[in-house]
């Protein structure tokens, strides 16, 4: 029997316990261990679920302390699930120890933590992937066939949300909370990820350039932090690629989370969600087509659409951890990189610091750049 991937995951709240039982619906990996500082995420049963961890998976080990599952536990790879904003120091240390990470996002709090995560990752043997499901969805494969065909052009112009609705003591906004702040803090143009990703993958140059505005708090709700209900930035690229970014803090309606348009130099390509009506629309001058067609928007990347198990997401998790564990089997390079990652996630810090300034432009360095600084101009 060929040889299982053993799998340790770190951080077992909402989303490291969807992502750990998804794991297992994998025939080639084997959830050895699991980590928390709160052990009753594993021995209880927890919001969304039907029972305990501890009762589903009796053969993984649970730890408390996450040294001694990497220093114990034999794995292969480590999926990092703690909040949003302490990703880089589960990361960092499994990279030293030759583990394989699958890190969510953000990859990185700061720009400290960008140069420490990527020293880490030069040294190790071990690949470190971005877990950035949206990349995985249908709009993001369409978007990069139109562009492969030269349907699009050139990209020179594009929008992006991530709008999540947040209604003060809903039963879901309580359950999102209970494992930690993180939620609270974040500051919204930080959470990044989801929109830039998939744009990203048909613009080869970084992001450059930001500006970067937020409205301010507008709420007297007593578990609220006091940051900005909404924050809207601008970014270029050094050629002038323009794209513009909207992020929510506090939003009361349900008007639907991911939203892109896309406008090339032969074409033009847009998903548009408001919540139950998700739809992909495009036009491409170069089959003199100046009617927009329109397609599904839902997530299901298409080459999953027959496979039952192809859950998570609308299908996009199942897809991620599928391409993660081929290259894991294979020893191939991580299907997004942490250079990918970065490219995504470190605009939001710079953005943030923009904000702060008033809308100063700032310009955006990578850890890959010769004038690189943890220190922002
Ligand atoms: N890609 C997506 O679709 C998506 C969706 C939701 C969340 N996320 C990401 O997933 C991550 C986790 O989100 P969540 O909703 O599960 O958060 P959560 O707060 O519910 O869970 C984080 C868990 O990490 C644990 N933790 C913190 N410090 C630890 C330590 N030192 N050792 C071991 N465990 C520790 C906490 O106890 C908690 O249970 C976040 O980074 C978030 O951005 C991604």
New binding site residues.
């Given amino acids: 029997m060929e040889k299982k991937i053993r799998v340790g995951v770190?951080?077992?709240?909402?989303?490291?316990r969807e992502l750990l039982k998804l794991s297992a619906t994998f025939d080639c990996v084997e959830i050895v261990a699991a980590?928390?500082?709160?052990p009753v995420?594993w021995y209880e049963q927890q919001w969304l679920s039907t029972s305990p961890l501890s009762d589903m998976f009796p053969e993984t080990t649970f730890y408390e302390s996450?040294d001694k599952m990497l220093n114990e536990a034999g794995l292969d790879v480590v999926i990092v699930?703690?909040?949003?904003d302490?990703?880089a120091e589960f990361c960092i240390k499994a990279l030293e120890k030759d583990i394989n990470v699958l890190s969510?996002?953000p990859n990185v709090a700061s720009l400290k933590e960008a140069e420490l995560l990527w020293n880490a990752a030069q040294k190790s043997e071990a690949i470190i992937s971005t877990?950035a499901?949206p990349n995985y969805q249908k709009f993001t494969f369409l978007l990069n066939e139109f562009y492969d065909k030269g349907l699009l052009g050139k990209p020179y112009c594009m929008e992006a949300e991530y709008i999540h609705w947040s209604l003060a003591g809903s039963a879901e906004r309580k359950h999102?909370n209970e494992?930690?702040d993180?939620r609270k803090l974040l500051i919204p143009i930080r959470y990044c990820t989801h929109s830039l990703g998939p744009l990203l993958t048909i613009v080869h140059e970084e992001l450059r350039y930001v500006s970067c505005f937020g409205t301010g708090y507008h709420s007297d709700e007593p578990d609220s932090i006091r940051k900005d209900d909404m924050m809207c930035a601008q970014f270029r690229t050094e050629s002038g690629v323009v794209v513009r970014l909207m992020r929510n803090g506090r939003c009361r309606a349900k008007i639907g989370h991911h939203n892109y348009r896309v406008f090339g130099t032969e074409g033009y390509m847009e998903r548009v969600e408001r919540m139950d009506k998700m739809v992909i629309r495009y036009n491409s001058m170069k089959e003199l087509d100046t009617d927009l067609k329109e397609t599904g928007g839902e997530y299901m990347p298409p080459a999953y659409a027959d496979n039952e198990k192809a859950v998570g997401?609308g299908g996009m998790d199942y897809a991620m951890l599928d391409y993660f564990y081929k290259a894991i089997a294979a020893g191939d390079a991580p299907p997004i990189s942490l250079k990918q990652g970065f490219e995504m996630t470190l605009p939001g810090i710079y953005a943030e610091e923009s904000a702060k300034r008033n809308g100063q432009v700032l310009r955006m360095k990578y850890p890959w750049d010769e004038d690189w600084s943890t220190e922002i101009e």
């Fill in positions: 770190v951080g077992l709240g909402h989303r490291g980590c928390d500082i709160r995420n996450y699930e703690t909040g949003a302490i990703h969510d996002i877990g499901n999102l494992n930690g993180w997401h």
